[in-house]
């Protein structure tokens, strides 16, 4: 059974940092991609960054370029999100998800990963 274990979110000053670690487990990630979505109140949840288990393959959203780097640790099983400079707009809740590893690409739909973490809080103040 695949898992999903999020942590280090937090309260963060803008211009701030964060890493956000998810731990993944149950089976082999090598065909699968890995990424971070965000929800806040009363918005669709957000794709953020997602990578390829295997490989160099790794895509953002516009809003959060330079600013964000995901990044894995295949000895460990995690997947990080580094955040830097950041922005009251960023406050939101993050989620790691994977997909069913079919995709050659690197898909940016929530709809197209099926397995979720239980989300961490990351709230920017001003």
């Known amino acids: 059974q695949v898992q999903l274990v999020e942590s280090g979110g937090g309260l963060v000053q803008a211009g701030g940092s964060l890493r956000l670690s998810c731990a993944a487990s149950g089976r082999s990630f090598s065909t699968y991609t890995l990424g971070w979505f965000r929800q806040t109140p009363g918005k669709e949840r957000e794709f953020v960054a997602a990578?390829?288990?295997?490989?160099?393959?790794?895509s953002y959203v516009d809003s959060v370029k330079g600013r964000f780097t995901i990044s894995r640790d295949n000895a460990k099983n995690t997947v990080y999100l580094q955040m830097n400079s950041l922005k009251p707009e960023d406050t939101a809740v993050y989620s790691c998800a994977a997909d069913r590893g079919l995709h050659v690409g690197i898909p940016r739909d929530y709809d197209e990963y099926v397995y979720w973490g239980q989300g961490t809080q990351v709230t920017v103040s001003s």
């Open positions: 990578l390829r288990w295997s490989g160099e393959s790794t």
